[in-house]
Nanobody
Framework: QVQVVESGGGLVQAGGSLRLTCAAS????????MGWYRQAPGKQRELVAV???????NYADSVKGRFTISRVNAKNTVSLQMNSLKADDTAVYYC??????????????WGQGTQVTVSS
């Protein structure tokens, strides 16, 4: 049974910090990238940060210099350290695990989401 479980969301004041953590289990294929996406009310889901198996990272411009993504391959976990939070960071944050299976078939696994609310 595949599980992708996020933790660490909550309410924080502007300028504060939060750390999100995600653990993926039960995925039989090789996980290539793990990442975080977010969706604010009335907006589409957007990429926040993604990290490859060898540590290569990609960040949304809006979070560069404030957020740091990290990963432990052996545990299939990914974390997002969020500093200098702004009200615009308020959203539901989703963890994603992207895996490659037989014949290069690609699979996306999603967590249930965790709410991050930044008060101004």
């Amino acid at each position: 049974q595949v599980q992708v479980v996020e933790s660490g969301g909550g309410l924080v004041q502007a300028g504060g910090s939060l750390r999100l953590t995600c653990a993926a289990s039960g995925i039989v294929f090789s996980i290539s990238t793990m990442g975080w996406y977010r969706q604010a009310p009335g907006k589409q889901r957007e990429l926040v940060a993604v990290i490859g198996r060898f540590g290569d990272t990609n960040y949304a411009d809006s979070v560069k210099g404030r957020f740091t993504i990290s990963r432990v391959n052996a545990k299939n976990t990914v974390s997002l350290q969020m500093n200098s939070l702004k009200a615009d960071d308020t959203a539901v944050y989703y963890c994603n695990a992207h895996a490659i299976g037989s014949y290069r078939t690609e699979y996306d696994y999603w967590g249930q989401g965790t709410q991050v609310t930044v008060s101004s």
